[in-house]
């Protein structure tokens, strides 16, 4: 079963948007090991299995993308993450239309798809 671990939460800024206690997260059976407050420069996360958007554990060898909503969902509020304003940030103009696309800026960077955090990878 592929196994994520997170590491240097408070880096990235994910402790402030998962929560601050991480205690059991991930279906770990609830117990404490591997698990630390949000607040802390070595915070980590226990290990939990990637899922596919039908909630199946990844494989290594799996070539469906993992979801995060089943992934994460069941311990952190993912709609209030994917609600932002980081996540969003880029996605509409001044007027709010949608301006996402592929090579935002004609500059053959095909993977920066907004002027802002929206769409990055």
Do not use: E
């Amino acid at each position: 079963m592929l196994q994520l671990q997170l590491r240097a939460l408070v880096g990235s800024g994910l402790a402030l948007l998962l929560g601050t206690t991480l205690t059991g997260c991930g279906g770990g059976g609830g117990g404490t090991s591997g698990t630390t407050t949000g607040t802390s420069a070595s915070a980590t996360h226990a290990a939990i299995a990637l899922k596919d958007a039908q909630g199946v554990a990844l494989t290594a060898a799996s070539t469906a993308p993992f979801s995060p909503r089943q992934t994460c969902g069941g311990c952190h509020d993912v709609d209030k993450v994917a609600g932002g304003y980081h996540f969003h940030q880029g996605r509409t103009d001044p007027a709010g239309n949608v301006v996402v696309r592929d090579n935002y800026f004609a500059d053959g960077r095909a993977w920066v798809r907004s002027s802002g955090m929206y769409g990055k990878w």
